[in-house]
């Protein structure tokens, strides 16, 4: 697809685009990304039956940026929740797999855990695997990230978009996050890149 082009922009920022969404207590074989807006589906941050705010992603519309916006994609962070235990924390991704969809194209399909969340506090703190904490996926530098590398992905207005995290087998936790709905795990993705807005 062509490159948006520039000159048609006011506003270009470096934001990432993310969304959220839970690994239950029972564990999951899919998650999937960019597919509810602000507004709908549920939150994974907020009181039951909550609908997503800015805690959970950025998206305006299902699977797609709004009329004169454009994103280049530069790369990919997966972010589970700080504060779950370290048991989870070691087995939340295992066999995981990450799958990026630009319309009925897969663009990315990886490990799950090459996708480091580049974010946050690092390292493991105070009891035991039951009641310890993980705090961080990888280093928390925003450069320890999956990078696309010299040719950006372009994300157009009519561009469809999505992504998955998947299983073959639902890996089970015990993990209870602050203000969640439901014990689970809330999971961010992160697109990094360059985001562009047509003049208003």
């Known amino acids: 697809m062509p490159a948006p082009q520039i000159s048609q922009f006011v506003d270009v920022t470096v934001q990432p685009l993310y969304d959220t969404n839970t690994v239950l207590a029972a564990g999951a074989t ?34 797609q940026l709004p009329s004169g916006q454009n994103y280049k994609v530069l790369g990919f962070r997966a972010q589970p929740a700080f504060s779950i235990i370290t048991a989870d924390a070691i087995s939340w991704s295992t066999g995981a797999w990450f799958v ?15 996708l480091p969340a580049g974010c946050g506090v690092w390292g493991t703190a105070f009891g035991t695997a039951a009641t310890g904490g993980v705090f961080a996926h990888g280093l928390p530098s925003l450069s320890n990230s999956f990078q696309v590398g010299k040719k950006p992905l372009d994300l157009s207005s009519t561009t469809n978009f999505g992504a998955t995290i998947n299983w073959l087998v639902a890996n089970a936790n015990t993990s209870t996050v602050i203000h969640q709905p439901a014990a689970g795990i809330p999971v961010r993705i992160y697109l990094d890149g360059f985001f562009y807005r047509a003049v208003q």
Do not use: C, E, I, W
């Not at 807006?37 to 800015?54: I, R």
């Not at 990026?100 to 490990?111: A, D, E, I, N, S």
């Open 30 to 63: 899919q998650l999937t990304y960019f597919a509810s807006p602000l507004g709908q589906g549920l939150s994974a941050f907020g009181a039951a039956g909550q609908a997503k705010t800015l805690a959970d992603t950025n998206m305006d519309l299902a699977g």
């Open 100 to 114: 990026f969809t630009v319309g009925q194209k897969p663009y990315l399909r990886v490990p799950v855990d090459t």
